[in-house]
């Protein structure tokens, strides 16, 4: 895990670029907290967390991991919200999904989200 730095150069003409490593070994399963919840409409909001299980151990995969939710109607993720859900109406339960795909393949974990009036 860190952070690398690759360079490339043909005749006269080179470039560089960063690339953060997050996750080496990366196991298939996320653990996603909360879970299974039950929370009001006036609450607003969650934070949801995604951890993963790397060869080094534990790591918080939270903003790395792609959100979403199976009812955009009762809550929703934007872009650059890392995890935080806004809640929109009462309903469930609905499923929350944190997935990250990296170049040994591909994580996900889900949870229950109920939102009551």
Do not use: H, R
Request: net charge neutral; aromatic share 2%; with cysteine.
């Amino acid at each position: 895990m860190g952070t690398a730095t690759i360079t490339a150069a043909a005749g006269t003409v080179n470039g560089s670029t960063s690339v953060k490593v997050v996750c080496a070994g990366l196991q298939p399963n996320l653990q996603i907290t909360p879970t299974n919840s039950s929370l009001s409409l006036t609450t607003g909001s969650v934070q949801f967390t995604a951890t993963g299980t790397c060869g080094s151990g534990p790591v918080d995969l939270t903003s790395s991991a792609s959100w979403a939710s199976s009812n955009p109607l009762v809550a929703a993720f934007t872009t650059g919200t890392n995890g935080k859900a806004a809640l929109l109406s009462a309903g469930g339960p609905i499923t929350i999904t944190a997935t990250l795909t990296g170049a040994t393949g591909m994580a996900s974990g889900t949870t229950q989200l109920t939102v009551t009036p």
